[in-house]
């Protein structure tokens, strides 16, 4: 036995020596169809992935047409990239295999992406690749034949090129200087504004500035994808975060010389609950008169109103990026002020940090954070856990017993968990929560294609179980203030989706940046000063601290303040209002900076976390 096997091991190598021999005469033998091969791969592999992506020969083509110079920018980038790879390995097999897996797989994400919420892949996606698990939970992921066609035909020329096995005939040094050729623009195409502006003008791309997510999907019409990955990675990295130039301990200090309203004493002592309820994807659809929606759907939320008081706040985003809505709730600061980064989280200093749970300690709170799902999607209990949170909440530490709606824990499950947390604390508690019942997919309801239907069809679970929760606050003895409100409208599919069928674009969407918010308490709350304006979501903690009558620092005043001169500071709804240079400084010295403003965080902790 062990024979055979010695001699079956020495006929597979012997056979893959044979094979490779071979391999290395086709080297030679087929010389001028391996320079072809070579020659011809970039324009191969970007029509193979623009083609996958796009779902349709024929578009392609049509795209080609009528936009030949982005196509040839297309093209040029693809042959730069070949040829870095082919310096680095000489190995035509290995660079192929390389550049095309990549550009076949952005290609098949950008394709998934699109399918699922209306919009488009964007380099700085790829930051939530680690967390693929939690992304798939959330796709319509379907198996295609064009797409496994599109695979097959990528594959079939990695064979062809790994068989006739073309190589990079050139010593080292011209291989370092190529390769090193070929960069610098690839580089300086993305961090160089003074030599990007010429190329994508030369090669026609549209550069437009994309203050909203409809915009930019616009953008990608003009582009299509390979164009549109590289632009936009170009003004995401013209539009990082950099330390205001007027940023100093002086100018902090001039921008908080505000009267202080020194009276604030939680109404005479009594310190209410509050709570914070961000509704994941929790939209009111009835602002389109087009829509017939069930008038059930909204009833209980509109009763919930009439017992407290609702108004209208903007949300810093649109169909995703929930962690947007929840950084300006957690730290009332608005994410334009840090240049509307898709993950803010990701931009914060590695300290502990002055979110508005620090203040609630400091005030006597017991405080809590809430979230249904993975607790290191967007490395919450990592990142949150520097936010004041005494307790943390995620999908494996419920201590209800946890039921789901659709896909995800479902928001009875969550309401009963912050009425155990209310119950069970001998402290006023101050919680916040995002939900996750009504995130995407919304195909488990009575039909699965009718996505819409579906999604009213959690909404209205959700206003149910909202007015179930605060029927049962309203038999308790604590007094207990409620905030509930939606991140964003929801991820629907692109295409042919319900926004589609809205003709909603870049100019008419801000309508879908306006949420509706409900205030309410089961004691006698004071809701005489809460706006009647629409405010940016990040101001709404604020009113809350009105609402309870709490202490207020320098930094909270001058808030207050912003709030009555500058009610909306947002991108995505408004980009024609300036930048506020005061704002984002008292916003980078908060998260980013070296916290010069007043801070609830003891002066020690603070001091050794800066360090």
């Not at 392609?60 to 990239?81: D, G, Q, T, W």
């Amino acid at each position: 036995m062990k024979e055979k096997l010695k001699l079956g091991k020495e006929k597979l190598f012997s056979n893959i020596k044979s094979f490779n021999a071979k391999r290395n005469e086709n080297t030679e033998k087929y010389s001028k169809l391996n320079f072809w091969l070579i020659a011809l791969f970039p324009i191969f592999i970007c029509s193979m992935a623009e083609i996958n992506q796009g779902k349709s020969i024929a578009s392609f083509l049509k795209f080609v047409v009528e936009r030949p110079s982005v196509m040839l920018f297309n093209f040029v980038i693809a042959y730069l990239l070949n040829f870095i790879l082919l310096s680095i390995f000489k190995k035509a097999w290995i660079s192929t295999a390389i550049h095309g897996f990549a550009y076949m797989m952005l290609s098949t994400v950008e394709l998934f992406k699109f399918g699922t919420n209306g919009n488009h892949l964007i380099l700085s996606d790829m930051k939530l690749f680690k967390s693929v698990k939690s992304l798939t939970s959330f796709a319509y992921i379907k198996i295609t034949f064009p797409l496994v066609l599109a695979w097959l035909i990528a594959i079939a020329a990695f064979v062809v090129i790994f068989w006739f096995n073309p190589k990079l005939k050139m010593k080292p040094f011209k291989r370092i200087l190529t390769m090193s050729a070929c960069c610098m623009p690839c580089v300086s195409l993305i961090t160089m504004p003074s030599f990007s502006t010429p190329v994508y003008s030369l090669f026609n791309v549209d550069t437009t500035k994309a203050s909203n997510t409809f915009i930019l999907n616009e953008k990608f019409e003009s582009n299509s994808f390979l164009a549109f990955i590289v632009e936009t990675a170009t003004e995401s990295f013209s539009n990082r975060l950099t330390e205001p130039e007027d940023y100093s301990e002086e100018k902090v200090e001039e921008i908080l010389s505000v009267d202080l309203n020194e009276n604030e004493n939680f109404n005479g002592g009594v310190k209410p609950n509050v709570v914070v309820i961000m509704s994941e994807a929790y939209a009111d659809f009835r602002v389109f008169d087009e829509l017939d929606i069930d008038e059930n759907c909204y009833a209980e939320f509109d009763k919930a109103v009439s017992e407290g008081i609702g108004g209208i706040a903007i949300s810093p985003t649109y169909a995703s990026f929930t962690v947007r809505s929840e950084f300006e709730l957690l730290f009332g600061l608005p994410v334009r002020s840090l240049n509307d980064p898709n993950m803010p989280q990701r931009d914060l200093a590695e300290r502990e940090q002055p979110a508005l749970a620090q203040y609630y300690k400091n005030w006597g709170y017991n405080t809590a954070y809430v979230h249904p799902f993975y607790e290191n999607f967007y490395s919450r209990r990592k990142v949150y856990s520097r936010f004041g949170f005494d307790t943390m909440i995620f999908e494996n530490d419920f201590t209800v017993p946890v039921e789901n709606f659709g896909t995800y824990i479902s928001d009875t499950t969550v309401f009963n968990q912050l009425e155990s947390l209310i119950n069970e604390s001998d402290e006023p508690m101050y919680i916040h929560t995002t939900t996750m019942q009504n995130h995407q997919p919304y195909d488990q309801g009575e039909n699965p294609d009718a996505e819409f239907e579906n999604y009213c069809q959690w909404i209205q679970h959700t206003n149910e179980e909202l007015a179930k929760f605060l029927d049962r606050l309203e038999q308790s003895d604590e007094p207990t203030l409620v905030l509930f409100v939606g991140d964003h409208f929801p991820s629907l599919k692109g295409g042919s989706g319900i926004y589609d069928q809205l003709g909603i674009n870049g100019e008419n969407c801000s309508v879908l940046y306006e949420q509706k918010y409900l205030l309410w308490s089961n004691y006698d709350a004071d809701f005489a000063e809460v706006p009647q304006n629409n405010v940016s979501l990040y101001y709404m903690p604020y009113v809350l601290m009105n609402v309870i009558d709490a202490p207020r620092d320098s930094f909270i005043q001058k808030m207050f303040d912003y709030m009555e001169t500058l009610p909306v500071y947002s991108t995505n709804y408004n980009d024609s209002i300036p930048r506020n240079e005061e704002l984002d400084i008292l916003t980078y010295d908060r998260v980013i900076g070296e916290v010069m403003s007043p801070c609830p965080i003891p002066e020690d902790v603070l001091a050794e976390e800066v360090k």
